[in-house]
């Protein structure tokens, strides 16, 4: 049962954009963070975009300019919009949530099954 999951990787040229969508399965009871992480083979996952309750938005140093995190009206839908690609994103793209799936669960991390992000050159 996956709470969170995401769309909209692929294989792009250098320059090119994509646009990737991380979508619960179900409204959850609360939400304080949520955020995009990526991982390159054999190398660390790493935070590249993050987005509050309140809407607040902080990125990684190399994707600022480029990447833009937000979220739909309800909150339900988190999007990375990613423009002016370059090879050195490629990874694996993952979503997550920090927060409660349902009102009697403690609140903790949640993460989407991956979704591959390749840039050609």
């Known amino acids: 049962q996956a709470q969170l999951v995401e769309s909209g990787g692929g294989l792009v040229q250098a320059g090119g954009s994509l646009r990737l969508s991380c979508a619960p399965s179900?409204?959850?009871?609360?939400?304080?963070?949520m955020g995009w992480y990526r991982q390159a083979p054999g190398k660390e996952r790493e935070l590249v975009a993050t987005i509050s309750s309140a809407g607040s938005t902080n990125y990684a140093d190399s994707v600022k300019g480029r990447f833009t995190i937000s979220r739909d009206a309800a909150e339900n839908t988190m999007y990375l919009q990613m423009n002016s690609l370059k090879p050195e994103d490629t990874g694996v793209y993952y979503c997550?949530?920090?927060?409660?799936?349902?009102?009697?669960?403690?609140?903790?991390?949640?993460w989407g099954q991956g979704t591959q992000v390749t840039v050609s050159s």
């Open positions: 997550n949530t920090k927060g409660r799936f349902r009102s009697w669960h403690t609140s903790r991390d949640y």
């Open positions: 179900q409204v959850f009871a609360s939400v304080l963070v």
